[in-house]
């Protein structure tokens, strides 16, 4: 099993900034793949971003492209995601993810085995 755990959501300006971490804990040398994913109200969940864990390889929604970036710290089993140049679409609860298959770089929500909670972030004019 693995555990993850989101933080650092909230509400900022349209134009700001947030960096979002997620902490990864349990058996984290299965993990090929963390990714992120958010969902707004009355939408589909949808991918972010996701980083190979190993290599560092990253892969963005073209929506973020640009503006976000996933990074790791291997040392405390964590993901980064900074968000720069909020927009009001950007409004919705982040979630991340991780996939145990080494055989795939996903971003389908549905390849993914093991979910955080969620956190908000909420983006205002």
């Known amino acids: 099993q693995v555990q993850l755990v989101e933080s650092g959501g909230g509400l900022v300006q349209a134009g700001g900034s947030l960096r979002l971490s997620c902490a990864a804990s349990?058996?984290?040398?299965?993990?090929?793949?963390m990714g992120w994913f958010r969902q707004a109200p009355g939408k589909e969940r949808e991918f972010v971003a996701a980083?190979?864990?190993?290599?560092?390889?990253?892969i963005y929604a073209d929506s973020v492209k640009g503006r976000f970036t996933v990074s790791r710290d291997n040392a405390k089993n964590t993901v980064i995601l900074q968000m720069n140049s909020l927009k009001l679409e950007d409004t919705a609860v982040y979630y991340c993810?991780?996939?145990?298959?080494?055989?795939?770089?996903?971003?389908?929500?549905?390849?993914?085995?093991?979910w955080g909670q969620g956190t908000q972030v909420t983006v205002s004019s």
């Open positions: 349990g058996r984290t040398f299965s993990v090929y793949t």
């Open positions: 980083l190979n864990w190993s290599a560092g390889n990253t």
């Open positions: 993810a991780a996939d145990v298959d080494f055989l795939r770089f996903s971003v389908r929500a549905y390849d993914y085995d093991y």
